[in-house]
């Protein structure tokens, strides 16, 4: 197994009170989380991400991949324990403090979540757009970026004219547009066929080899297998490694 | 119909029947809100100048001492008021023209026999009117028995009524402005519910709050400037045709139109503009309460 791909360190309580790095893009200590009236989908998560590692995290439907991931994108706060990013602790952050880390992720979903009235590049360019940056100073990244994913021919197009194939590269192009420190990714592969699934692997793996922290929620145990990536499972709320 | 050219770049997606109808919405509310605040003005100005002319007269009942009729008490009251400082005019009204005054109300027949009073109408000097006191003491000194009346409790009728005309045109105007800002907050809310995708999308990728908050309050204070304009020019239209028609006293003397009440209502777009920005920035960040905020409610 590559190194890259064995950075995952499962915390101890004692290692948690070791100062923060900034080398971890994620770190979470003893995380529990759940929705209000409701059993904790998540409990006592402890999960270190270095910078540069490439991770899946599987499990069975509802097992609270999503959670986890709505947890590492801002999106909600644990209950109990302590969530930093980036080497802050974000457990109570300020709502307003949010935009500026997440533009330090890219997230890919699988329903793309690409913007219908906006053409290709205008969706790859988005996080720029949002983070301030003028058009003539991007167009050109923009277009490089399109060509990568290969979708060069495709700039003009709105999504609802792209494949599923073609919209899940344009949503990586956006995830990864503005050189984010770490790629959340939820189930990227679960509207394309397999043949596609392999291709976005390539991408995924090609991105992480650049430095990227790479993390991706699939219920697809076989293609978490194929990548030789290290993996997490989650099973009743409780995070373990390696495929069950 | 578009109010606004469709910008391809604009990171929210258009609705276009959803805001013409809005737009449309808005457009009669400003309409009906410059009409209620021309109204307003000009039940002010009628009011204005229904005082003005009562407080610039009075009446005097001369009653006439033993052995002096009426018609040469009435005189002698006339001469002594006219020399008195702040009266412009006294007349004393003959027999005929009071007559003349009661025959609509009493008709011929009653009125040759009837008694009447012994009047004189007093015009004051607009500048400084005398009060009621001096007329009486001016009277007394001359050796007259009158009493003055100076429409004190006829003025304060007429301004008090003139004054809730004017409350009331006023809050028909804003019963209106509030009626397009919740209009706008309505609509509003629905986008955010109908674009949650797109908003959940643009938060994920790096916009805050109140960057998405923007994006509602320029789509729709745009929208609210354009819709209070044709409003606006609506209500120009309405209020010039009626100007025009209405002869020299506007629409009658009791509500008279001036060609300046256009003025007030020519901030109309600025103020709808100004109502739907804060409307649609009040009601997207409500609805865009983050986590820390959602957890605070629940606490």
Known sequence: MPDRFENLMPLSPRRAAVPLASSEPVRLEGVGFGYANRPDVLRDINLVLTRGSFHFLTGPSGAGKTSLLRLLTLAERP?????????????????????????????????????????????????????????????????????????????????????????????????????????????????????????????????????????????????????????????????????? | MRLFPRSDTDLLPREAAGETWLAAVIAVLC????????????????AQGWARQLRAEATVQVRPRVGETGATAAARAAETLAGTDGVAEAVALDRKAAE???????????????????????????????????????????????SVDDHAQWRGDVERSAALIT??????????????????VYATRAGL???????????LAGASDSAIAWLFQRRFGLLAAGAGAVGMALALLVIGSVRFLGGSDGLVAALPLTWG???????????????????????????????????KRLA
């Open chain 2, 31 to 46: 309409f009906i809100a410059c009409l209620a605040a021309v109204g307003a003005a000009s039940a002010d100005r009628a």
């Open chain 2, 100 to 146: 003349d005054l009661l025959r609509p109300w009493l008709g011929e027949a009653v009125l040759p026999d009837m008694p009447l009073p012994f009047l004189v109408t007093v015009r004051l000097d607009p500048d400084a009117p005398a009060s009621a006191v001096t007329l009486s003491r001016a009277l007394a000194t001359a050796g007259l028995d009158a």
């Open chain 2, 193 to 203: 519910m109908a674009r949650r995708s797109v908003i959940e999308t643009l938060s």
């Open chain 2, 261 to 295: 009440d256009a003025l007030i209502i020519l901030p109309c777009p600025l103020i709808a503009a100004g109502v739907a920005v804060v409307s649609a920035r009040l009601a997207a960040l409500s609805r865009l309460s983050g986590p820390a905020r959602r957890r």
């Open chain 1, 79 to 244: 209950t109990a324990g302590r969530l930093s990013l980036f080497g802050s602790d974000v457990t109570g952050i300020a709502d307003q403090e949010v935009p500026l880390l997440r533009r330090r992720m890219g997230m890919v979903f699988q329903d793309f979540r690409l913007l219908d009235h906006l053409d290709a590049f205008e969706n790859a360019a988005l996080p720029l757009r949002l983070a301030g940056r003028r058009r003539a100073e991007y167009a050109d990244d923009v277009r490089e970026m399109l060509n990568w994913v290969g979708l060069g021919d495709r700039i003009t197009a709105r999504p609802q004219a792209l494949s599923g194939g073609e919209q899940q590269r344009l949503a990586i192009a956006r995830a990864v547009m503005a050189g984010p420190d770490l790629i959340i990714a939820d189930e990227p592969t679960g509207s394309v066929d397999p043949a596609m699934a392999d291709r976005l692997m390539v991408l995924f793996q090609s991105l992480n080899r650049q430095g990227t922290t790479v993390l991706i929620a699939s219920h697809d145990e076989n293609i978490a297998a194929r990548s030789g990536a290290t993996v997490l499972r989650l099973s009743g709320g409780f995070l373990r490694e390696g495929l069950g």
């Open chain 2, 167 to 184: 409350l009331m045109a006023g809050f028909a105007f804003l019963l209106t402005a509030g009626a397009a800002g919740a209009a706008i």
